[in-house]
């Protein structure tokens, strides 16, 4: 079993920066690939980014490449997601997600724990 609370959303103005953070706990953090998703208001949950167990594979959706950034700290049981150049666009619940199925997995159904999410809203 593994418990994910995410942190680091909020309001921000266009060009803006945040960083969202996702802290895990239960056993072996470090055996799960960690993904983002978001949820915008009437729409489906989109997949944003995964990072693999060992930290060295990345994906990220079309979207936010060369903007948004995962990475995690297995000592620490956390994993976060830098997000920048924001736009209003972005705006969304943000949640991250847990699983063993696969080594970077854009699918939601393969994840097999979640957070409660984050909201960041960027203004224009």
């Known amino acids: 079993q593994v418990q994910l609370v995410e942190s680091g959303g909020g309001l921000v103005q266009a060009g803006g920066s945040l960083r969202l953070s996702c802290a895990a706990s239960g056993r072996a953090f470090s055996s799960y690939s960690m993904g983002w998703f978001r949820q915008a208001p009437g729409k489906e949950r989109d997949f944003v980014a995964v990072i693999d167990w060992t930290g060295s594979s990345t994906n990220y959706a079309d979207s936010v490449k060369g903007r948004f950034t995962i990475s995690r700290d297995n000592a620490k049981n956390t994993v976060y997601l830098q997000v920048n150049s924001l736009n209003t666009g972005d705006t969304a619940v943000y949640y991250c997600?847990?699983?063993?199925?696969?080594?970077?997995?854009?699918?939601?159904?393969?994840?097999?724990?979640w957070g409660q999410g984050t909201q960041v809203t960027v203004s224009s």
């Open positions: 997600a847990a699983t063993r199925w696969g080594r970077t997995t854009r699918n939601a159904d393969n994840y097999d724990y």
